[in-house]
RNA sequence: GGCCCCAUCGUCUAGUCAGGCCUAGGACACCGGGUUUUCAUCCCGGCAACUGGGGUUCAAAUCCCCAUGGGGUCACCA
């Protein structure tokens, strides 16, 4: 649904065209209010706007009541009743030339005698989909269809309905549909996938757009990455697949991380907001310079911007944990302790404990020791990370301050050596 | 099952329309190496594909047919 709405957005600003958003909520069970929300959201926040609407089926009743009756006048539909569902009205197939001529696929042949009379009116007076959308394309004067190719197969029910109501054909474009990692269908059955849940896991609106126009479309050379300018510039529909494409989030999450690396820190800060709130973490005493070092330090370390909060937890917690195989691998060996000791005595007589101060300190206890600078690195990590994989460990230090530094240590002392 | 769509590395794809430039290119992933205080980043290298079978042609990943496989659709859902 998304790429759907990509490709027509991406067709619509290439060609100067007028992209009308439509809502299609005609199943007065299924079509909710958070469902719209939804989508609208979505929209929102991939930044795909529209010239015109929304448009709500529900609301244009009378609008798809007037062309019911020209079909029952011509002819073309007839009343159905049933007991229990009301009275509905059926069209009924003429010996008309349905076939497409997609501009993805080419010529689709499809025999007339297969296709079965169906309904446009159900029995709550509501259209269907087909009738409605017809309808809608006709009077507002739609040019191109472009939509997943799961709905080839009900095209020539609206060709014919087209040539019953007397309007124009469009344009179709049949785009390939994404499929599941697992290579079954994405859309409708996993439900998931609508953009706003991305949002929630910490991808970012321009990697969503950049991945999900790959997918299913290239713009002829090498190029993985491309601004939204640019794919406006370089799109075609000519260069849309047709073979159906899976979504691999592990590429995802590379270009997402990629688009990550590139935003400024600022820019990263008032994104990451919400995910440092949504962590629990304690910011009162932070400040906006302090996180945004923090971002600057970790910038290329995470693929999702949730992932930053898990990754630097331990800047934002008093208590953290301790990995148990790297204490047992950095601490719990000779000659430790008395290295953690003496790294503690000579950081608490630090006046500033800049990055400069640090590493000439922790530079100095190394020669002093005798001994290369990862010997000194990994175990001091594991002491106030509680891991033995951070960012460089003079920044870690600085911006986990000097006070809590001396806490670390101390606690590390005290229950590992 | 009927009808429809599709088919290049594990994945996304370039090449297919206008057959030779393809000993099939790129990206993700993976593997190896380098840089580094660890991890990540970054840099270098490697692995890896034209679904099968028939045609057409001097020549086929590219055109045609069949088979196989995958997907879609058969609602008073959209």
């Not at 706007?49 to 709500?56: C, H, L, N, Q, T």
């Not at 989030?249 to 270009?255: F, H, I, N, Y």
């Not at 002491?383 to 870690?396: C, D």
């Amino acid at each position: 649904m998304e790429q759907d709405c990509s490709y027509n957005w991406l067709f619509a600003r290439n060609n100067d065209g007028k992209l009308i958003l439509r809502i299609e909520d005609t199943d007065q069970v299924r079509s909710t209010q958070e469902a719209t929300q939804s989508i609208l959201d979505s929209l929102t926040w991939l930044g795909l706007d529209w010239d015109e609407g929304p448009y709500y089926q529900s609301q244009r009743l009378n609008i798809y009541q007037e062309y019911v009756e020209k079909l029952l006048k011509q002819g073309d539909a007839e009343y159905i009743d049933d007991p229990e569902k009301g009275r509905a009205v059926r069209f009924k197939i003429r010996d008309v030339i349905t076939d497409i001529d997609d501009l993805i696929h080419g010529k689709i042949k499809f025999d007339t005698a297969l296709l079965e009379d169906f309904i446009i009116k159900k029995g709550d007076g509501f259209p269907t989909y087909n009738f409605a959308c017809v309808v809608d394309d006709g009077l507002m004067e739609i040019t191109h269809i472009i939509r997943g190719d799961d709905h080839i197969s009900n095209t020539p029910r609206q060709i014919a309905l087209y040539h019953a109501l007397g309007f124009d054909l469009p344009k179709f474009a049949h785009i390939p549909m994404i499929l599941g990692e697992d290579g079954t269908r994405l859309s409708k059955r996993h439900g998931a996938t609508s953009a706003v849940e991305y949002r929630e896991k910490g991808y970012l609106p321009e990697a969503i757009i950049n991945f999900i126009a790959l997918l299913g479309w290239s713009p002829g050379n090498d190029q993985e990455i491309l601004t939204k300018q640019e794919m406006i510039e370089k799109f075609s529909l000519k260069r849309v697949n047709k073979a159906s494409a899976r979504f691999d989030t592990v590429k995802l999450d590379w270009m997402n991380s990629k688009y990550i690396r590139e935003l400024p820190a600022e820019q990263l800060s008032a994104k990451l907001h919400y995910y440092i709130q949504k962590a629990g973490f304690d910011t009162t005493q932070l400040s906006d310079t302090w996180l945004k070092k923090l971002i600057e330090l970790y910038k290329d370390r995470f693929k999702t911007l949730s992932e930053f909060t898990t990754q630097t937890s331990p800047f934002f917690r008093n208590q953290i944990e301790y990995e148990s195989s790297a204490v047992e691998k950095f601490l719990k060996i000779d000659g430790a302790s008395r290295l953690i000791s003496d790294t503690y005595a000579k950081l608490k007589e630090l006046e500033n404990f800049s990055i400069q101060e640090i590493e000439d300190c922790l530079r100095d206890i190394t020669t002093q020791h005798g001994i290369g600078f990862g010997k000194l690195a990994q175990p001091l990590r594991v002491a106030i990370i509680g891991k033995s994989a951070s960012a460089g460990i003079f920044e870690t230090l600085e911006l986990l301050g000097k006070e809590k530094t001396l806490n670390r240590l101390e606690y590390a002392m005290k229950t590992f050596l």
